[in-house]
């Protein structure tokens, strides 16, 4: 669990981010006040798909057959991502 300021918000608001991606901002003096929000997110460079934060980060090796099938599921078809594994083998 990280916790930064969050200046938009004021000095007493702080911005988590949960392991699971997802995003609070909370008022300390306030802890009612939570405000969750959508998991964060990223949009695939090559096929423009939206992909889970913690997933776009990911390069799993090259011969990781399953965990790249996984994350086919998040790309379009014919992604150059996917295809070519993260640019670790030919597409
Ligand atoms: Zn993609």
Redesign the pocket.
């Known amino acids: 669990m990280e916790s930064v300021e969050c200046p938009g918000l004021g000095d007493s608001w702080h911005f988590e981010q949960a392991e699971d991606g997802s995003a609070s901002f909370i008022d300390p003096e306030s802890p009612e006040r939570l405000y969750r929000a959508r998991p964060l997110s990223r949009e695939?460079t090559?096929?423009g798909?939206t992909v889970p934060a913690e997933d776009a980060a990911l390069v799993p090796a090259a011969d990781d057959a399953a965990e790249w099938d996984r994350l086919a599921m998040q790309?379009?078809m014919g992604?150059e991502?996917?295809e070519s594994r993260g640019n670790q083998v030919k597409a």
Do not use: D, E, L, T
């Open positions: 695939c090559h096929c798909a790309h379009f992604c991502w996917i």
